[in-house]
């Protein structure tokens, strides 16, 4: 069975750092480029971060790049989000993403439950 | 950049059939994907590649593409298919990765 445990969220000031984990197990990790989706709250989802298989390729939404960090660690088959000088429209639940491994297009296949980031003074 | 489109809302009365619209620029030369959210849970995917089904999920949700619009329909409508649903699409147009979502489709069976 496929399972995406995030870790990490919580309370941060603005301005703070914060790190997100998301353990996976039931599929070859290595083998599959991962995402990070957040979903403000009451709101859409949006895509925020990818990796590649082998970690040397990373995309990431405009709104987040410089502060934000993607990467992943196949041996221990988890991926990480390191999210630096947080604002308060961070504020989100994150949810790691398995991709498809459909080379022609992008979607998710498999979720997380997700891990809540509040930034907040 | 590239948008998505969807109805804000959508009804449907048990047993009736619901379309969903997601709307963009030529998305017909686009693969959509489309997800369900219940509340507080994290989404499902339900249609991939415009019409393909994950295994898992009944054949009453279909999904069709052509021209400006794609529609995820659900027939026969139950009061679980109560969600968000939610359109995606990858804009490989750019040198750089862009995974898009659409709004949103709040779906009430009543």
């Known amino acids: 069975e496929v399972q995406l445990v995030e870790s990490g969220g919580g309370l941060v000031q603005p301005g703070g750092s914060l790190r997100l984990s998301c353990a996976t197990s039931?599929?070859?990790?290595?083998?599959?480029?991962m995402s990070w989706v957040r979903q403000a709250p009451g709101k859409g989802l949006e895509w925020v971060a990818n990796?590649?298989?082998?970690?040397?390729?990373?995309y990431y939404v405009d709104s987040v790049k410089g502060r934000f960090t993607i990467s992943r660690d196949n041996a221990k088959n988890s991926l990480y989000l390191l999210m630096n000088t947080l604002r308060a429209d961070d504020t989100a639940v994150y949810f790691c993403?398995?991709?498809?491994?459909?080379?022609?297009?992008?979607?998710?296949?498999?979720w997380g439950q997700g891990s809540l980031v509040t930034v907040s003074s | 950049s590239y948008v998505l489109t969807q109805p804000p809302s959508v009804s449907v009365a048990p047993g009736e059939t619901a379309t969903i619209t997601c709307g963009g620029n030529n998305i017909g030369g686009k693969s959509v994907h489309w997800y369900q959210q219940k509340p507080g849970q994290a989404p499902v995917l339900v249609v991939y590649d415009d019409t393909a089904r994950p295994s898992g999920i009944p054949e009453r949700f279909s999904g069709s593409n052509s021209g400006n619009t794609a529609t995820l329909t659900i027939s026969r409508a139950k009061a679980g298919d109560e969600a968000d649903y939610y359109c995606?699409?990858?804009?490989?147009?750019?040198?750089?990765?862009?995974?898009?979502f659409g709004g949103g489709t709040k779906l009430t069976v009543l």
């Open positions: 995606q699409v990858w804009d490989s147009r750019s040198v750089h990765l862009h995974v898009l």
């Open positions: 039931g599929f070859t990790f290595a083998t599959y480029s």
């Open positions: 993403a398995r991709e498809s491994p459909d080379m022609s297009t992008i979607f998710f296949d498999y």
């Open positions: 990796i590649r298989q082998d970690g040397n390729e990373k």
